[in-house]
Each structure stands twice: as structure tokens, then as C-alpha cells.
């Protein structure tokens, strides 16, 4: 079954604590990208990966980084997290976008509450 | 950077109605794509249309289709005869070259 899997689904911790969110696909996409959804603010791309070793800021990088040292892997990595990162996070992939027709298929997202 | 705009924050509809979901954009591209998701309570995101800048014929999927108007930048989302599991929340989404843009998103609530 094609799918994106993250890795932990809930996770509650505190600030400062280093912490990795796991995104995989096996779809052979070579397009992924992480987004953080927060109420009243839609979702918010924070890094996209338009191929292995090929990573790009979206529009709100800060306090995250990633790597993507295999195509069907993507992590998102908190180095120090902080109550400000505390929200839904979605992982997707895809072909590559460049405007064209294919949809993202997004990850069941992982909730992180960052006390 | 682009822009989407969904200027409902919330909707109400009765069962068996159409209801349309505006969306408008900002950009300078020329080939770009828009997609509308729905996500319920539940949280997934699910794909529901989509409508290519170069495409001549407004996109339909079912009772969803997709009121593209070029020239003014808005791609509307139209869903026809509503049902009580299309209440959720629908977001518009803007494909670039490499990136990806949401709006804020439209709450739908159908009753009975």
C-alpha cells in the first residue's frame, strides 16, 4: 500500500530536548516536504527536499532542520525545541511539483506538545 | 512568494444544497497548479481536486468541481448536494515550481 509514515504520531517532551520526527514513503517520490499546521494559520511548509541530498527552506525554517540522505526518507529534527513549536505536523511527498498535477500524499501527522 | 487567500473562515450549509469556497491567489508564474484538500476531524488531509494554470476546462472529480476564472486568480471550489461528511475543513492549495502554498482554510458545516 503507497503511504507516508511518521514517526511518533504523539509525542510530549520539554524544552530543550532534542527530538527527531521520522517521515518515510515508498512511493519512490522524489519531492518531500514537511509542513506545521497551526489554528487560524493554515498549514506552513518548513523544509522541502526536491531530491536526495537537495534540501530547501520554506517559509518558516527556523528552529528545524532535515536531511534527506535516501529518497523514501525525510526527518524533521528539533535540535532545541521550544513551547512555540508546539503543533501538528504533516509530512507529504510527491513527484515534483513544478506546477504541475500531482497531488501530495500526506502523512497521518504527528502532534508534538513542547511544555 | 505566492499568496492564497480563503477569505471564509466558516460556512454553514444544509444537506442537499451547493455551496461555493472562494479562493484567490497571487502570483507572477505562469505554469502553476491549485489543488483543494479537505481535512475532517480526524486530521488527514485528503486530496479532493485540481486544476492546472494551463488547463482550458474547469476541473470536476464527482459532485466537486473547481470554478478556475484565469484572468481574475480565483479558483472556487463548488460542491454540489451536500452531504453531512462534507463537513471539515478545506483548504485551497497553491503549486509552484518547488513549493508549495496553503490558505488559511474555510470551516464547512452542513446540517440537516
Known amino acids: 500500500e503507497a503511504q507516508v509514515t511518521q514517526n511518533p504520531r504523539y509525542l510530549i517532551t520539554v524544552t530543550g530536548k532534542k527530538l527527531t520526527v521520522t517521515c518515510s514513503q515508498n512511493?519512490?517520490?522524489?519531492?518531500m516536504s514537511w509542513y506545521r499546521q497551526d489554528p487560524g494559520l493554515g498549514l506552513r511548509q518548513i523544509y522541502y527536499?526536491?531530491?536526495?541530498?537537495?534540501?530547501d527552506k520554506g517559509d518558516v525554517p527556523e528552529g528545524y532542520k532535515v536531511s534527506r540522505k535516501e529518497k523514501r526518507n525525510f526527518p524533521l529534527i528539533l535540535e532545541s525545541p521550544s513551547p512555540n513549536q508546539t503543533s501538528l505536523y504533516f509530512c507529504?511527498?510527491?513527484?515534483?511539483?513544478?506546477?504541475?498535477?500531482?497531488?501530495?500524499?500526506f502523512g497521518d501527522g504527528t502532534r508534538l506538545s513542547i511544555l | 512568494a505566492q499568496k492564497i487567500t480563503q477569505t471564509q473562515p466558516g460556512m454553514f450549509v444544509q444537506e442537499k444544497e451547493a455551496v461555493t469556497l472562494d479562493c484567490t491567489y497571487d502570483?507572477?508564474?505562469?505554469?502553476?497548479?491549485l489543488f483543494w484538500y479537505k481535512q475532517p476531524s480526524s486530521g488527514e488531509m485528503i486530496f479532493l481536486i485540481y486544476q492546472g494554470s494551463y488547463d482550458e476546462q474547469n476541473a470536476t472529480e464527482g459532485r466537486y468541481s473547481l470554478n478556475f476564472q484565469k484572468a481574475r486568480k480565483s479558483a472556487n471550489l463548488v460542491i454540489s448536494a451536500s452531504q453531512l461528511g462534507d463537513s471539515a475543513m478545506y483548504f485551497c492549495?497553491?503549486?509552484?515550481?518547488?513549493?508549495?502554498?496553503f490558505g488559511k482554510g474555510t470551516m464547512l458545516l452542513v446540517s440537516p
Open positions: 507529504a511527498s510527491s513527484p515534483p511539483p513544478r506546477g504541475g498535477n500531482q497531488p501530495q500524499h
Open positions: 492549495v497553491f503549486s509552484g515550481y518547488s513549493t508549495l502554498t
Open positions: 512511493m519512490n517520490h522524489e519531492y
Open positions: 527536499s526536491m531530491n536526495v541530498e537537495v534540501t
Open positions: 502570483t507572477s508564474d505562469q505554469s502553476y497548479g
